[in-house]
């Protein structure tokens, strides 16, 4: 009996001492992978910088085609500018959606609530896929209440939200169809539903939807791109928001997905017309410091423009600007230094706004930049709403 007990002993001490070695196996992989997933996000931060520089400028310009010179342009050449528009665009989002799977992945998917309208933002994603919808023939109805009470949802995710279930009806749908779009409001929850009279999803395709780089059978009809990201991100904003989000489909039928956001009102002074106010731009990019002046100046500002962080600091000492846009990378000193610089030696009854205008958009730079002293933080390529909205915002209405 002495003998079995012995051996008993020795098998449990043996068993016990393979498992703390796989502990430690499995706490040094971790570590291990925890350094990889490390390299991997600052890889992505480099090429986000890289990449959605370039393309801001490129869609800024088209833009600005578009505006200034509808009238000269004949329908060949409005077709180019259409066509570099919508190139650029996937391009962007596809670089876009890179880095917020690599947010949701380490858990920091950052929302920025600002008090917005629902039914407003709705329609201008209804209106800009219009482009879209009006090659394959396809109407995009809106049914919506006249106004909603504004609510704090973070307006650049849910617009990626909306886009993102409007355009894939479209391109799921064929020629000459509709796509119905619907937002109403119950028990303090607004319901956002994107039908299409498309092919459908079968069954066994549905558990696939809402993982990253999954794909179903169903092929979009007229050869659209799809990068299999879109509705992993989707699922992980609303949810965030505290929404759900779900889908009825039947196969031949077409397809609905419904969204929730919590009707929590938020409150906001009216805005009319922004004051009129006195910019400095802070970029090291020549092309960057012209879209910035253009942008501006198209929306009755004036504009200063330096090239490093120690011209920003010399600059703000010895003008009265009402706000700076400060980008983050910029030789001599970089905008987090500048940025430090400037708080150090104003006198608070002088403290000039600061606004980060970055290409990173990795989680943690907002509050990279908060930390630094800036006071809000605008995403590359700036697009002339954000602009618009973020200096109405913190300028002011006018007098």
């Given at each position: ?58 869609l800024s310009y088209a833009d600005f085609l578009e505006s200034d010179a509808a009238q000269t342009m004949d329908e060949r050449q409005r077709e180019f500018v259409t066509t570099i528009k919508r190139t650029s665009e996937f391009m962007l989002h596809m670089v876009t959606d890179l880095l917020d799977v690599t947010a949701i992945e380490g858990g920091k998917l950052t929302l ?288």
């Open positions: 009996m002495p003998h079995r007990d012995e051996a008993s002993f020795d098998e449990l001490s043996r068993v016990n001492n393979e498992f703390a070695h796989l502990q430690r196996e499995m706490a040094k992989k971790n570590a291990e992978l925890a350094k990889l997933i490390e390299l991997k996000n600052r890889i992505l931060g480099v090429a986000a910088h890289d990449l959605r520089t370039p393309l801001g400028v490129i920025d609530r600002q008090p917005t309208d629902l039914v407003e933002l709705t329609r201008r994603n209804v209106k800009l896929n219009g482009v879209l919808s009006a090659r394959k023939a396809i109407a995009i109805e809106l049914e919506a209440p006249a106004s909603l009470p504004e609510v704090a949802f973070d307006r650049g995710k849910i617009e990626q939200v909306l886009n993102n279930l409007i355009s894939n009806a479209v391109k799921f749908s064929h020629r000459g169809r509709a796509v119905h779009v619907s937002i109403t409001a119950a028990d303090g929850v607004a319901t956002v539903a994107v039908s299409d009279q498309g092919q459908g999803i079968p069954a066994a395709d549905l558990s696939k939807l809402f993982k990253p780089f999954s794909k179903t059978s169903v092929q979009s009809t007229a050869g659209e791109p799809s990068t299999g990201l879109g509705l992993a991100i989707v699922r992980n904003i609303v949810e965030g928001h505290g929404g759900r989000i779900w889908v009825k489909s039947e196969v031949g039928r077409g397809s609905t997905f419904s969204f929730t956001l919590p009707l929590a009102e938020a409150s906001r002074a009216a805005v009319g017309a922004t004051r009129t106010g006195r910019i400095l731009v802070a970029d090291d990019g020549v092309v960057n410091q012209k879209v910035a002046v253009i942008q501006l100046q198209k929306l009755g500002h004036r504009a200063d423009v330096v090239s490093t962080g120690r011209q920003a600091v010399d600059a703000v000492a010895r003008e009265s600007y009402d706000l700076v846009l400060m980008d983050c990378e910029m030789p001599d000193m970089d905008g987090f230094a500048a940025t430090r610089a400037i708080r150090q030696a104003e006198q608070p009854e002088r403290r000039v706004t600061i606004v980060a205008m970055t290409a990173s958009a990795m989680a943690g730079d907002r509050a990279k930049c908060l930390a630094a002293g800036m006071d809000d933080y605008l995403t590359k390529p700036m697009g002339h709403e954000a602009l618009r909205d973020l200096l109405a915002r913190w300028l002011g209405p006018a007098a």
